[in-house]
């Protein structure tokens, strides 16, 4: 189709173009496809750790005395969990009439006889599984949602083992880091943006702030090792060493982002507040602050999600260790989820890859629900004020 | 660093001067002066932060370069800080392997983050891009240590497998997996600087290209891409300042053992994980292991600090050019 | 004199989101003549102007209806590649837009990417061409390795003219070339333009009416989108037919 607008050489090009624009798309492709296989990798690994499996036994209660192993068939303890069975007795506190009884229940499997139920590598002998296997045919095995995930601390045993006390870590942790890191960091957006003119001070000031927030996260905790714990003698792994280090750690944020939602306030509410001989605090109080309060919880709340994933500094404040208790004062030795995912990820059980995974995926789940959250908040501040 | 010190002291100091001075008559004034004075104070505690982070790593990392040679640590080859008889405090393998990962990272982030930002600021509809952009920030939002269960549960074992079967034997802890997913966590990071950086660049030289017959591609190739490259630079520059300072990623999926070597298929240690290890043991805060960490986050922070610099000053010159071009 | 047709434009309709702003535009723009678009601000001449070499596509929300035809081509027909267009037909802006390299290679860029020089001696002498026609190569022939940007405004222009040249269009689209330069530096791209009436054809826009009476041959007034009249120079200045197009000339609403 030869017209005075085609030539040879422009046909060239244009393939070249082409060539151009489509690595250019498939880098895109590229880099949104590792977050589909990343995603699908956890979890598919994870999914499974919510649910337990469980097995229909006899419990002869009567044979207890020392040992409640004795309870169960021999051949049946070596499917069944320890804890379980070491937990026998306080049945039995509990309900005094079951001392002489004979019983069937639904026995927690141990963590091997799990993974075989589920599928997953294990080491369970072959005469064990024939075990299951005879078992499942009489309908004496069933899984159930794993309740202990959630209600358990950390355990030697990966069957036992729950994130409780981690969440409940993380929860003390985040309360401090907000205490620290909200006030200060929003009092200086404001002194920055409301109070301070512009001069070399104010410059100064920014510019310390933006070096603080390229620092590495896992200076600071060598700051809270040598101050906090060092230097002021506070508790080692608390979720108040943690819970200060990470609300330094966040407060570049939170003033970055309170001091935009800041500026984004029209200049004319405080002219119009100035015009009616109010001072630069009763204006900022009284007009500034209720119209930029969204936005500055927006950051917040961002700013949480980081703080919630960060693992590398507490590490080194020693919540590194083996948590089995949920803590109940600050200042206890604790753990936080993201430390726990990190403890758990180098046991050596089966058990605890599934579980990793699945922790993996309840500490996502709290960040996207914060982010979203944040978006949602973020969207209704910009329709209410047209900003 | 004593300048901070100093200056907070300072202004500490005609702070409470100010305070007490000032006899105003009205209670209102008192009250909205004391107000700012404590905004100035939280703002103080901001850079006094800062400062006692230097202070802390400086006076540490000194304690231990009184007892070792400061020469040696930066260029000797063998660390083995928890051996009791001759501990060696040579950090040459660490920094090398640090780097090492970081340029792996770099490798995949720089072209992926590069072209993304391409296609975003330049092809995309701006529908299109109001999907993508905001899907890879996820990317961004996804926690360290997540990555590093990826690296070391899934893609460690497939590299092993992907390189035996070709017949090459290969540690679990090799530098390329941990050097990967990094590069996959800093994409986003670079996309958006250099996205920012190419929506900067004034409309009039891509109007000029256009009009001459060139291609989109062309355009972007031979106009949009040199101008924008110190913002560029400056974006590889924050990209391998994040790579270098990364923890998590490299403590689960990268090796515990110093290894001076180019191989990416090897096992290696950085720094970080270095400072992670010297306290997961039981020793007493001040022994040499402990100390050497200091040194070692001394160095890191150093580092990270100029980089950012470079970085921030070169995108700053690069907005000043432009600034009243696009008006 | 009737002089043959370059480009016939047959009911062009654009619309940029919703709002029409080009309405029903027929016209035909003779060879070898300088063809002024004259009107006031928003009258849709430098739409028309792009609407020419197709640079209204690169803004997203645009939509063309009608044909505008180049040589016996449509160039809006599907199998017209817009980039093949604008090497026929090149465009001088308002505000010179050297690129951010050297005066030389302003010049050779364009040139060479689309294949017209090779690098080297024939390089060398297109741009020396390019240079003498737009009158700059005396004053810039030992400074050719300098970046464009240290010359000044109406030597930028006289610049982009020759980047403009050197990739030998047909048709050379000017919108408001002078507008952003002094008197002086005016009248000498005026000059220049009027030089390039032998070689190529032009279209000018301009809100300067002593401008488009000095070196028009034929005269386009457009309003609100509409083409009012058009007819040549020194008709449409002396006895314009309508009386839209008279109240205009007077600087009356």
């Known amino acids: 189709m030869k017209h005075p607008f085609d030539s040879a050489q422009l046909k060239k090009r244009q393939r070249k173009s082409m060539l151009f624009k489509s690595t250019a798309l498939l880098m895109v492709a590229l880099a949104l496809l590792f977050l589909v296989v990343f995603l699908f990798n956890i979890a598919s690994k994870g999914y499974s750790a919510f649910t337990q499996s469980y097995i229909y036994v006899t419990v002869d209660f009567s044979k207890i005395k020392n040992n409640p192993r004795v309870a169960i068939e021999r051949q049946h303890r070596r499917v069944i969990s320890n804890t379980w069975i070491r937990n026998l007795p306080n049945l039995i506190k509990e309900n005094p009439s079951l001392k002489n009884e004979t019983k069937k229940l639904w026995a927690l499997a141990n963590s091997e006889a799990d993974q075989y139920i589920k599928g997953h590598d294990n080491k369970l002998k072959s005469k064990d599984k024939a075990l299951i296997e005879r078992l499942k045919k009489e309908n004496r095995i069933k899984r159930k949602f794993n309740t202990i995930l959630f209600t358990h601390g950390d355990s030697q045993m990966p069957e036992n083992s729950g994130f409780f006390s981690a969440i409940k870590g993380t929860i003390m942790t985040i309360i401090i880091t907000m205490l620290v890191g909200f006030p200060i960091g929003v009092m200086t957006a404001i002194y920055l943006q409301e109070f301070a003119k512009d001069n070399r001070i104010k410059q100064f000031i920014e510019i310390n702030i933006n070096n603080l927030a390229a620092v590495p996260s896992i200076l600071f905790g060598l700051l809270g090792l040598a101050i906090f714990i060092n230097f002021l003698g506070m508790p080692r792994a608390s979720a108040l060493v943690g819970g200060l280090t990470l609300g330094i750690m966040i407060l570049p944020i939170i003033i970055v982002t309170a001091q935009s939602a800041l500026r984004s306030v029209p200049d004319s509410i405080r002219q119009a507040g100035f015009a009616m001989g109010l001072t630069r605090w009763q204006v900022v109080r009284g007009f500034v602050l209720p119209l930029a309060m969204p936005g500055i919880l927006t950051g917040s709340i961002i700013s949480l999600a980081q703080a919630i994933g960060e693992t590398a500094p507490l590490l080194l404040l020693g919540m590194i260790t083996f948590m089995p208790d949920a803590p109940t004062l600050v200042t206890d030795a604790t753990t936080v989820m993201s430390a726990q995912i990190y403890t758990w990820s180098s046991m050596p059980q089966n058990g605890y890859i599934e579980r990793t995974s699945a922790a993996i995926l309840i500490l996502l789940g709290v960040m996207v629900t914060l982010n979203l959250l944040a978006i949602t908040l973020r969207s209704r501040f910009k329709k209410r004020f047209n900003l | ?327 | 004199m009737s002089s043959s047709i370059k480009i016939s434009i047959e009911n062009l309709n654009l619309w940029y989101d919703k709002k029409q702003i080009l309405h029903n535009i027929s016209m035909d723009i003779f060879q070898n003549q300088i063809t002024a678009f004259i009107g006031s601000s928003g009258c849709g001449k430098s739409t028309l102007l792009r609407s020419i070499n197709r640079m209204n596509e690169l803004i997203e929300e645009c939509r063309i209806e009608g044909s505008v035809t180049i040589d016996g081509k449509n160039i809006y027909d599907k199998d017209v590649d817009e980039v093949g267009v604008r090497q026929r037909v090149g465009m001088v802006f308002q505000q010179p837009n050297p690129f951010p390299k050297s005066i030389y290679d302003n010049v050779a860029y364009a040139a060479k990417v689309h294949g017209i020089v090779k690098k080297g001696k024939e390089c060398d002498e297109l741009v020396e061409t390019c240079l003498k026609k737009v009158f700059l190569w005396d004053e810039v022939k030992d400074i050719l390795k300098e970046q464009a940007t240290s010359l000044s405004g109406g030597q930028q222009q006289r610049l982009c003219i020759a980047r403009t040249i050197a990739i030998n269009p047909d048709i050379i689209l000017m919108d408001e070339p002078t507008s952003a330069l002094d008197p002086i530096s005016g009248g000498h791209i005026e000059e220049l333009i009027v030089s390039l009436k032998e070689e190529f054809h032009i279209i000018i826009v301009t809100h300067n009416l002593k401008q488009a009476q000095r070196i028009a041959d034929h005269v386009a007034f457009f309003d609100s989108g509409h083409l009012i009249e058009y007819a040549p120079s020194n008709i449409l200045f002396n006895t314009p037919q309508k009386r839209q197009t008279e109240n205009y000339l007077r600087g009356i609403e």
């Not at chain 2, 299109?128 to 996820?138: A, D, F, S, V």
């Not at chain 2, 269960?149 to 070709?166: D, E, G, K, N, R």
């Not at chain 2, 001459?212 to 490259?229: C, D, N, Q, Y």
């Not at chain 2, 240690?269 to 200091?294: K, W």
Request: charged share 10%.
């Open chain 2, 1 to 327: 660093m004593t300048l901070n010190t100093v200056l907070i002291i300072t202004i500490l100091t005609l702070l409470i001067y100010y305070l007490y001075s000032n006899k105003s008559k009205k209670h209102k004034d008192r009250f909205e002066k004391s107000i700012e004075y404590l905004l100035i104070l939280a703002s103080l505690i901001s850079i006094a932060i800062l400062s006692i982070l230097e202070h802390s790593i400086l006076y540490h990392s000194s304690k231990f370069f009184a007892d070792h040679s400061i020469w040696y640590f930066f260029t000797g080859t063998q660390w083995s800080a928890d051996s009791l008889t001759n501990p060696q405090f040579g950090a040459l393998p660490l920094f090398v392997g640090t780097v090492m990962i970081a340029l792996i990272a770099m490798s995949v982030a720089l072209p992926i983050g590069l072209f993304c930002a391409i296609y975003l600021s330049q092809f995309a509809s701006s529908k299109t891009r109001e999907i993508i952009k905001p899907t890879l920030e996820i990317l961004a939002g996804i926690p360290t240590i997540v990555y590093g269960f990826f690296a070391a549960a899934s893609v460690a074992p497939f590299v092993v497998s992907l390189f035996s079967s070709i017949g090459v034997e290969v540690s679990y802890s090799n530098a390329l997996s941990s050097g990967i997913v990094l590069g996959i966590m800093i994409i986003p990071m670079i996309t958006s600087l250099i996205d920012d950086v190419m929506l900067s660049v004034p409309q009039s030289y891509t109007k000029a290209s256009f009009s001459l017959g060139l291609t989109k591609s062309e355009t972007i190739l031979f106009i949009i891409l040199p101008v924008a490259s110190p913002a560029i630079i400056a974006a590889s520059l924050l990209g391998i300042s994040r790579a270098l300072g990364e923890t998590m990623i490299v403590l689960m999926a990268a090796g515990l053992r110093p290894n001076l070597t180019l191989n990416p298929l090897e096992d290696m240690t950085t720094v970080t994980v270095r400072i992670v290890d010297a306290f997961s043991g039981d020793h007493s805060f001040s022994s040499a292991e402990t100390l050497s960490a200091f040194a070692l986050g001394f160095a890191l922070f150093i580092f990270t600090l100029i980089l950012n610099t470079l970085s921030i000053y070169l995108v700053k010159r690069f907005h000043n050019r432009y600034r009243y071009s696009n008006l």
